[in-house]
């Protein structure tokens, strides 16, 4: 059994993506998958399925594997766009798309909207997102480059947005530097903007990958700083110190505390943390949890 302290920081943390890229499955095994995930002693870990607005009208006849006792939970995603009016254009597409995707056993609910920003203003795009989205109770994440991360956090802030960091991908240039993610989460924690990851996250502790010939960010880092920066007010040296850990034995859970080196964070206070360090998108739900079970984590 989990500890309480890793299970506050990964409680319903890992948003399966397989349909992206390592993984890269077609939609149905990729559903059938989900299936099984939320039907599994390990489901306190799943969050919601990210599935991209194109394929809402391929997606029904896979909805029936799910009911209101095992639901699919549904993070939509909307496609990169070039400009202002792409965007918006796109936003209501979303909406329609959205507003009936569901079924008949009421076991589909579309808890999550995520979206890459176009390039310019900032608000100029978040003003479309009321008149073609705002009669929907979603959380919303918008994602930009890490390099634009703490303007775009602090153009968020107030807004009740969440930003989205992207953290890696099938190519070592994909991966953001550890001060570049320290930077957005020290951010988030400022302007109180809730924020997600995707992409690179497979493993706890951040190590090697061969297959994209550079070091991998872990989960544990990446949720675990965001946690612990808020608690502490750390600034971006210490976050990217904790980032840069490929040291597993730095990281110790028990049911009160979840201890890095010299700082800690009780159980309820992660708790209070993660409605800030929100999730992650990954390809694979059964790489994380293999690998916290090999390193006796539960």
Not at 38 to 48: F, I, N, P, Y
Request: net charge negative; charged share 20%; proline share 5%.
């Amino acid at each position: 059994m989990p500890s309480a302290a890793l299970r506050a920081l990964l409680e319903h943390a890992i948003d399966y993506a397989g349909l992206f890229p390592p993984a890269d499955l077609a939609l149905e095994p990729a559903l059938e998958n989900q299936a099984s995930y939320v039907r599994s002693q390990d489901r306190w870990m799943l969050g919601a399925f990210i599935l991209p607005i194109g394929k809402f009208a391929a997606a029904p006849s896979q909805l029936t594997l799910f009911s209101r006792e095992n639901p699919l939970r549904v993070s939509a995603l909307g496609p990169k766009t070039a400009d202002a009016a792409e965007f918006r254009e796109q936003l209501k597409k979303a909406a329609d798309a959205i507003a009936g995707f569901r079924n008949d056993d009421g076991g589909v609910l579309v808890t999550q909207f995520e979206m890459p920003l176009p390039p310019g203003s900032v608000a100029e795009s978040l003003g479309a997102v009321k008149d073609s989205l705002g009669q929907l109770r979603l959380s919303f994440f918008w994602e930009a480059p890490a390099d634009a991360a703490e303007r775009t956090i602090a153009a968020l802030a107030g807004s009740a947005f969440g930003f989205k960091l992207r953290t890696g991908g099938v190519i070592a240039d994909a991966f953001p530097t550890d001060a570049q993610i320290a930077r957005a989460l020290v951010a988030s924690a400022k302007h109180r903007v809730p924020i997600k990851f995707t992409a690179g996250l497979h493993h706890p502790v951040k190590k090697f990958h061969e297959s994209v010939a550079t070091k991998m960010h872990g989960f544990l880092n990446v949720l675990g700083a965001g946690v612990l920066a808020a608690e502490h007010c750390w600034n971006e040296i210490q976050t990217a110190e904790m980032l840069a850990d490929e040291n597993a034995g730095s990281f110790n859970f028990d049911d009160a505390t979840f201890r890095w080196r010299n700082w800690s964070i009780t159980t309820s206070q992660i708790t209070a943390r993660r409605r800030l360090v929100t999730s992650l998108g990954s390809c694979s739900f059964d790489e994380p949890r293999d690998d916290l079970r090999a390193l006796g984590l539960f």
